[in-house]
């Protein structure tokens, strides 16, 4: 059972280039989230969808934009990227709101 | 909305001995509080969660505790072990059903 996969694991960007990091889950959950995590911080909520076709804003939501289209995949764009980005993401999926999050292995990003 | 503290930020126990760390929460109608472990390089891991129709839950060696009037829970870790070395993060969801991560404790297990 794979539960949370994301790619890529690492990646370096440039400035004002643009990627997408993908994120797919195989236990039919409804929920699923993005977050970001500085070094030596805390977990920061940039999106989330409680469905497909359902999309909200996070803590952190400039610079980013999400779809989901599916159940199983919640891709997060970043669009002109920036230094400030760098950081550790990580992508989660619950089937209940109030309930278990199964959290990916992270993609480590780097914009320089 | 939610806002979730989280004390102490870091922690040093030595090996056997028990370690607490607090999460204090501000909206009363949240009523799901799990704790969160992190090792190096890893994606965060549920240990353990409790809801809020019960004070206390245990499995083996870690606890959470809930005083819903003080609006306070608390992760309690005995006979502690290097393994338990990561960091923890506590989790608040308000009444629309945005999640909240408490900050992090960084637990060290010094032999």
């Known amino acids: 059972n794979a539960g949370v996969t994301q790619t890529p694991k690492f990646r370096i960007l440039k400035i004002g280039q643009s990627m997408t990091l993908q994120c797919t889950q195989d236990m039919n959950h409804n929920y699923m989230y993005w977050y970001r995590q500085d070094p030596g911080m805390g977990l920061k909520l940039i999106y989330y969808s409680v469905g497909a076709g359902i999309t909200d804003k996070g803590e952190v939501p400039n610079g980013y934009n999400v779809s989901r289209s599916t159940t199983e995949d919640f891709p997060l764009r970043l669009e002109l990227a920036a230094p400030s980005q760098t950081s550790v993401y990580f992508c989660?999926?619950?089937?209940?709101?109030?309930?278990?999050?199964?959290f990916g292995e992270g993609s480590r990003l780097t914009v320089l | 909305g939610e806002n979730v503290e989280q004390h102490p930020s870091t922690l040093s126990v030595q090996e056997g001995d028990s370690a607490v760390i607090k999460c204090t929460y501000s909206?009363?109608?949240?009523?799901?509080f799990p704790w969160y472990k992190q090792e190096l390089g890893k994606g965060p891991q549920l240990i353990i969660d409790i809801r809020s129709n019960v004070g206390e839950k245990k499995d083996q060696r870690i606890a959470v505790t809930l005083n819903k009037t003080a609006k306070h829970f608390s992760l309690h870790i005995t006979e502690t072990q290097p393994e338990d070395s990561a960091v923890y993060f506590c989790l608040s969801t308000d009444s629309w059903g945005k999640l909240q991560f408490g900050a992090g404790t960084q637990v060290v297990v010094t032999p």
């Open positions: 909206d009363s109608a949240s009523n799901y």
């Open positions: 989660a999926s619950s089937s209940q709101g109030a309930g278990e999050l199964f």
